[in-house]
């Protein structure tokens, strides 16, 4: 049930120049290796294979530009000789010329884009004057005798506006209605220029000013852009069908680049990892050890030149650095991502994701215990397993769970009169499903400080394992305090020897954290005091936690007859409507709220006792997928 991550060993491949790239693809093609970062000899102080990374990069840079202009996926094209540098420059030469002629094409659509963009908001305006025959260029050429003005005024105002003009002796012609304005032109003589510009600015007039571009008739200008709209799209189209064409014709280029990027990629990504000095090369990193006879076999049959391969265990100033490799059944992956959730667990550390996934079904199943709850959380997994990866496999969990305790608690949609319990409902006895949860929660605690001491043991920090709040001393106030608090409760009297069991464990753990602790005298008493109260506080309020395990499966019933409450006031449409309406809120809200409590134990109450979650992720070196 509990494991650690997978054993690994330290490797070390010294080997020829010549030989790197085949040895970063054999491991690759494995996936077996986590690579060492930074320099390990300060002998082989050169970093190799830097100028292969950069031209890696390159081709990578160029064909990731290149990618979207394929209209659909290429045949993937394997790659079996191994890529030298010059390899990778000849393709990097022949995707950038690629990439210069396609972008030549895509700066000219670009341009042409702006223009055709030009050209709409010119129809745009255009559209304004529509109704107007006249040549718009003398609208805002300044003649000796007249003055015009084109604008806009709203409804209201043009009536006053006319009557106001008439004194003039101007001229005023509506030309075109508006949603709330309409469009006038204005001609008066210049010697009642200013007259009727005082008059047009009282009126709310509006002036338009017509671009130089719109300078002839609108039904010609109209025509000429439509002209130039048919134009630009004509030289758009045949810049795409040349883009097309060029893909077209390279082909054969593309698909070789991608298939050469990918067989390059083992060695590029492990250039920043590899040292050396001359024609020696070093490569360093971590392995499982069940894979060491398959590696071993591999580079064997492989290298081409003498290499010598060092393996052995980590030692103990490198255990914080060597990374997790978990390893779980396909059915325990979605519980895997919520451990990592809260942490990745440190080698040697015990892996606690088939614990977890234990636990929190069988707390989700006492907490919301009904057959048909469950079954429905099963049908709404299947519904939405494609958008979420992994829900189908942790609504089967959570499901089974709940129906398992439905059948316990005799409750079939809430109803408890249908089915007959194997065990009894939570409501006839809510004082036994407290003791009952308290009891689960004593349980669950003891197994977590148990796991922390084993913990703290294996990272070699065997000072906390004995005399820490998470190690012995811990767990054995712990268990003094429950023994305690259970004669207490009972009315039984305590004797000396009990109290002495209870404040010797705490005494214990107290002077440890004494002595870790820095600052003065009083700083460290201080300290130490608080660090005190904190222990005795968090493992009471730990263990009440649990009761919520109780709390929410007597809220499942009390929410159920709420529901069947509320339906029996209805008549039968409605009695049908609200049961299914309820039962939908009980699976939907308090599911939910079920969920985020049982998650919520495991974190802080379990968790957070014995787990660090402070490991890294093995990431194998592996091929790239271009």
């Known amino acids: 049930m509990l494991g650690s991550p997978l054993q690994l060993q330290h490797l070390s491949l010294a080997m020829m120049d010549a030989d790197a790239s085949i040895a970063t693809d054999v491991l690759a093609q494995l996936e077996a290796i986590h690579l060492l970062e930074g320099q390990q000899d300060e002998r082989l102080n050169q970093l190799t294979g830097l100028h292969y990374q950069q031209a890696y ?33 000849r393709a990097n030469q022949n995707i950038e ?59 209201t105002d043009y009536n006053p506006l006319q009557r106001a003009l008439s004194l003039t002796n101007t001229m005023i012609e509506p030309f075109q209605k508006g949603d709330e304005h309409l469009y006038l032109s204005v001609a008066t003589e210049k010697r009642y220029q200013q007259d009727v510009e005082e008059i ?37 189209d045949h810049h795409h069908s040349a883009i097309e064409l060029l893909i077209e014709d390279n082909q054969d280029k593309i698909r070789e680049a991608r298939a050469i990027l990918q ?18 090369t070093l490569l360093q990193g971590w392995v499982p050890t069940q894979r060491v006879e398959e590696i071993e076999q591999q580079l064997q049959s492989r290298l081409e030149y003498p ?21 779980h059944l396909r059915l325990l992956q979605p519980f895997q991502h919520l451990v990592n959730q809260f942490g990745i667990p440190h080698y040697r550390e015990i892996d606690p994701t088939t614990l977890f996934a234990l636990s929190y079904t069988l707390m989700f199943g006492m907490m919301f215990g009904d057959v048909g709850h469950g079954a429905a959380i099963i049908f709404m997994g299947f519904l939405f397993r494609k958008r979420f990866s992994g829900l189908l496999t942790f609504a089967t969990f959570t499901g089974l769970s709940s129906m398992m305790f439905g059948f316990l608690y005799g409750s079939l949609f809430g109803n408890e009169h249908i089915i007959q319990p194997l065990w009894m409902s939570p409501m006839e006895d809510p004082t036994l499903m407290l003791l009952i949860a308290l009891g689960w929660g004593v349980g669950f605690l003891l197994i977590s400080n148990l796991l922390s001491i084993i913990n703290l043991w294996s990272l070699n920090n065997r000072r906390a394992a004995l005399y820490s709040g998470r190690g012995v001393a811990g767990l054995l106030f712990f268990v003094s305090g429950i023994y305690v608090v259970f004669q207490l409760m009972t009315e039984q009297p305590l004797s000396y020897w009990e109290v002495t069991l209870l404040l010797l464990p705490l005494a214990i753990s107290l002077y440890h954290n004494w002595q870790i602790n820095e600052g003065s005298t009083l700083e460290k008493g201080l300290i130490t005091l608080i ?4 222990t005795i506080i968090n493992n009471l309020s730990a263990t009440l936690s649990f009761l919520r395990v109780a709390a929410f499966s007597l809220n499942h019933v009390a929410l159920a007859m709420a529901v069947f409450t509320l339906a029996g006031m209805m008549d039968n449409v409605g009695h049908n409507i609200t049961l299914v309406l309820g039962n939908l809120f009980i699976i939907i809200l308090e599911g939910g709220i079920v969920a985020i409590q049982c998650l919520r134990l495991e974190y802080y109450e379990g968790f957070a006792r014995y787990f ?13 997928v271009s």
């Open 57 to 89: 990069q390159r081709l990578r840079g160029h064909l990731k530009k290149i990618i979207p202009y394929l209209n659909k996926p290429l045949s993937p094209e394997l790659h079996t000789e191994m890529v030298s540098i010059h390899t990778l420059q």
């Open 97 to 155: 010329t690629l990439w210069k002629l396609l972008s030549t094409h895509e700066e000219q659509i670009r341009a042409l884009k702006e223009q055709r963009q030009h050209d709409y908001k010119l129809i745009k305006s255009l559209t304004q004057f529509q109704n107007l025959n006249i040549d718009l260029g003398r609208l805002s050429v300044e003649s000796r005798f007249l003055k015009f003005f084109v604008g806009t005024i709203p409804y």
């Open 200 to 236: 047009l600015k009282a009126a709310n007039f509006h002036q338009l000013s017509i671009p130089q571009e719109l300078y002839d008739y609108p039904d010609q200008l109209n025509h000429k852009i439509q002209q130039q709209l048919n134009q630009l799209q004509q030289k758009i």
């Open 263 to 280: 067989k390059s990629s083992p060695f590029a990504s492990a250039a920043g990892n590899l040292s050396g000095r001359g024609q020696l």
């Open 307 to 327: 290499y010598l391969l060092t393996l052995r265990d980590p030692e103990a100033d490198e255990i914080p650095e060597v990374p997790s490799l978990q390893q």
């Open 531 to 534: 660090e005190g109260i904190d």
């Open 612 to 624: 660090s979650g402070k490991g890294t992720h093995f990431k194998p070196l592996k091929m790239e």
